[in-house]
């Protein structure tokens, strides 16, 4: 369904902080730097999900300019090499950055892909994206609406309007994160998704819908954009226009105001990985419910994610535990509680 | 009471390996060699409790050699001269320990001292001491009984039997570490004190006794000794008659058969310290219960007993849990499970 002659080019956006897994996660080498799912790292598992070279580009890049080496370093391994780095001189949130990237396409189709997701069912993904090709073609700005099997209150709703074709609907409107009650209600009732921050739009729609949401941004990172210093892939906008450029979310900034917004629903076992508990909840265990990786020693345990990269552990008698060892770090924490743990990284 | 001609010397035992306090405590430095309870280590405190130099005489240390130079160190650090070191070539248990302090002190008293135990009211057990000396200087084998407080498992227990003298009885009877039903009704019962492994008598009674009910020890120990060689306070016995020595405790080999032996009950605070519950049991604690030393952050937390000589530990949400971080090693465990650490520490 989609043109050999303008593939989808893959905008990669690596500039998140993930101070919700520290001490793994760090400054230096935040999560999606980390082989936290798998042997290679979000990063580079985000790259291969959109290496199909009957589909896609070569991908773009939007990070911080102190992580270029890393960036670079990861993608060499894999094989992948990008049409651009883009190293943002400070972090402006995701309409700036995806402004960044569509300027430097063209007028590609962009697949958005935050860095730091998990997605175990990559078939599902790459039909979904099939589906709202044909609309996006057309103009649409299309998200992926992840089909919910909790009330979850930490990501925003969808809630899925008209059926505009197979697979892909109309927005009727999008929910912030709800609470808990409100959050039941949903999923009970049906017919919301989760929106997973996973775009699919032409460079030139998003461009014009921010002209006309956000022009402050569109004019600020063209100018960035414009007068960037270029190093082989490597591209660093402007410093002084990027700071310029009011820093905002591509959600609020565009897909909630602009006109012609489909969403694709599609169950493809999305994680946003935005906890040690999340990422119990994604590994292999073992029969009593144990996962651990680097040197750990585990007895008479149950419900264990013990990770580390340096010292020993060795837990006796434990439950439902999180122990997570980096460096010089030993974080100790209970099931359920990981989300508090930003409190220890500052 | 006692006479200042004939003042106590102290027999310091140190010869033990401490598996159940890993991984602070390890071969190369076992618990006693380490500040555990107090700014001193375990061993420097057990010798300043027996340095009056109105009662005691210089001490007399038993213990491994490979911890030759921790002993002198240590020693040194508190301003403490030995008048000998005695280092065993290889761990026999408690008789042939004492029997070689005993040959090398002559016919003085002598307290007999593990190196690895609490006592939080040092004057009780000096007043112990004194209630006991007259019948030790009589000849007797006396041993001091711990009233016990707990329906403990791990101690042996001593059936206190006719009065001997002012704070002083007969021991009618050793009773091996008891079952929790046993435990329960000596505590009920009365009459019973925990055997704390702490003893007076004079050297030629106690050689006189071994000489009698284990003589083999008495004579290779003997050997050992008039065969030793000697460095300064050093005094290494002559390693193939004390391989030759069985290797039994003082208990099993005298203090059980012999017939003047008298028991000194006393409340003084002891521990022995054999677990990290226990320790934490000795530590002064916050209002939550929480006890900490080292780089330790902790949160909404509460009975908690961390220690780190190097790694930070940040806790957020824990209960009745002991973390123990030593070099590269972290040890996880709940309380009430720490005897079992042992298993770990081989």
Not at 166 to 192: I, N, Q, S, T, Y
Request: hydrophobic content about 45%; aromatic content about 6%; glycine content about 8%.
């Amino acid at each position: 369904m989609s043109s050999p002659a303008q593939p989808i080019v893959p905008v990669i956006l690596s500039g998140g902080s993930g101070t919700r897994l520290w001490p793994m996660s760090t400054p230096e080498r935040p999560k999606q730097f980390l082989p936290l799912t798998a042997e290679a790292t979000m990063f580079q598992l985000t790259a291969l999900r959109a290496r199909d070279p009957d589909r896609f580009a070569s991908p773009i890049i939007v990070g911080a300019a102190r992580h270029a080496e890393l960036i670079e370093a990861q993608l060499a391994e894999i094989g992948i090499v990008p049409q651009a780095v883009i190293l943002e001189p400070a972090a402006r949130n995701t309409a700036p950055a995806i402004a960044l990237a569509a300027f430097e396409a063209g007028d590609a189709p962009l697949l958005v892909m935050p860095s730091d997701h998990a997605i175990a069912d990559e078939a599902a993904f790459l039909d979904a994206i099939e589906a709202a090709l044909p609309l996006v073609r057309e103009g649409w700005l299309a998200t992926f609406g992840i089909t919910p099997d909790a009330p979850e209150t930490g990501y925003g709703y969808i809630r899925i309007g008209e059926r505009l074709g197979e697979g892909v609907h109309r927005v009727e409107r999008f929910v912030e994160k709800p609470d808990r009650a409100r959050a039941e209600a949903m999923l009970a009732e049906g017919g919301h998704a989760w929106n997973g921050g996973i775009f699919l739009f032409g460079a030139r729609a998003y461009l014009d819908a921010l002209a006309v949401h956000a022009p402050e941004i569109h004019d600020e990172a063209k100018t960035a954009h414009n007068a960037a210093t270029r190093e082989g892939a490597r591209l660093l906008p402007d410093p002084k226009a990027f700071a310029a450029c009011p820093s905002d979310s591509i959600d609020y900034a565009v897909m909630e105001k602009a006109e012609k917004v489909a969403v694709a629903p599609v169950a493809m076992g999305w994680s946003d990985v935005g906890s040690w508990d999340a990422l119990h909840g994604l590994a292999v265990c073992d029969e009593a419910g144990n996962c651990s990786h680097g040197p750990v020693r585990l007895e008479d345990s149950a419900n264990v994610y013990i990770r580390s990269d340096g010292v020993r552990i060795s837990a006796l008698g434990v439950e439902d535990l999180i122990v997570i060892a980096s460096g010089n770090e030993v974080l100790i924490v209970p099931k359920g509680h990981s989300q508090e743990v930003k409190r220890f990284s500052g």
